[in-house]
């Protein structure tokens, strides 16, 4: 996920409009909680996350020297992803033993992320230090925890696993394909007019066949090939009557052709996600003329409730959060 400075001017708003607004007791109809609020959140923070093991791709060409290494779901590259990868050579604080490469644990961002990679030749026998003329494969293997503060309103709990392969360094050369697995236990929490919405539970991802040009080409956008994200998560809102949730499975899809905008598939809702900017919209349902973005359809039942029945709500979420 890309995550930016809080917003303070929101902060200042919303902390000033505290100070007056949550001494009053509520009452009205208990809080709803629909598939498409539910669909759009998942797609939101889907996109965002395969858009971020995308960018983690270029780097990772370099064969663990340059160390940007994949993660399963949060953007923890450094590097842009339309930098030319280099081999810088392999960190002091990783040791060699067993056929793969362990380092020492590191704080990203806030995350405590734990590595370790494995050279392997065209027969599947390890190398121990790379060679571009040997080593035909690499495997990363990465655990990532932390947690996560996007702007006032967004803020994510991270437990991941991942188990990667870049293969055809020689053979397809300059092209590359990746494929792999990944699994974890996640929590993502947003603040909005409606209440306090979050989606906790478990997420599997597979990527499957994700063919990225040579690394010299001016863009690094995949060719072909899909990521599956499987979620299986509890749904949940806070609002200001009262609470709901409910238990959700999901699978999202997104089909690479070449273009800044793949195809993003979650149930019979299809969208673009922008691979530059991570965000997703044009989400449209099967038999809908209604195109909006993710964030739109987040936000479209607000705009059929009643005004101040929608500030009551985001009054009482604001004073739940900071009491």
Request: proline letters at 3%; a negative charge; one cysteine or more.
């Amino acid at each position: 996920m890309r995550f930016r400075t809080p917003m303070l001017s929101a902060a200042a708003m919303l902390l000033a409009v505290g100070a007056v607004a949550c001494s009053t007791d509520l009452a009205g109809p208990a809080p709803t909680l629909d598939d498409v609020t539910i669909d759009a959140d998942i797609a939101a923070t889907s996109g965002d996350a395969v858009a971020s093991q995308i960018t983690g791709f270029t780097a990772n060409v370099a064969a663990a020297g340059s160390f940007a290494m994949v993660s399963p779901s949060y953007n923890l590259v450094t590097t842009g992803a339309s930098a030319t990868p280099a081999f810088n050579g392999i960190s002091a604080t990783c040791s060699y033993a067993d056929g793969r490469y362990s380092c020492a644990a590191t704080t990203e961002q806030g995350m405590t992320v734990t590595r370790s990679f494995a050279f392997y030749d065209a027969q599947g026998a390890t190398v121990q230090n790379f060679d571009a003329t040997k080593v035909e494969s690499v495997n990363f293997h990465a655990q990532i925890d932390g947690n996560f503060q996007r702007d006032l309103f967004w803020s994510a709990g991270v437990h991941r696993s991942q188990d990667l392969t870049v293969s055809g360094l020689i053979s397809m050369s300059p092209q590359r394909k990746w494929n792999g697995l990944g699994s974890g236990a996640d929590t993502v929490t947003h603040i909005g007019f409606d209440g306090i919405r979050s989606l906790a539970g478990n997420a599997a991802d597979t990527v499957n066949n994700v063919l990225m040009p040579g690394p010299d080409a001016a863009s690094q956008v995949p060719l072909s090939g899909n990521i599956v994200v499987g979620v299986d998560y509890t749904a949940s809102l806070e609002g200001a009557t009262g609470s709901v949730s409910k238990e959700v499975k999901r699978r999202v899809v997104v089909t690479f052709d070449g273009t800044n905008t793949p195809a993003l598939a979650i149930g019979s809702m299809t969208c673009l996600l922008h691979l530059d900017t991570h965000s997703v919209d044009s989400c449209q349902y099967a038999g809908s003329l209604a195109t909006k973005s993710a964030a739109e359809k987040s936000a479209a039942l607000l705009h059929h409730a009643d005004a101040s029945e929608r500030w009551r709500k985001a009054r009482e979420s604001f004073c739940q959060k900071v009491s």
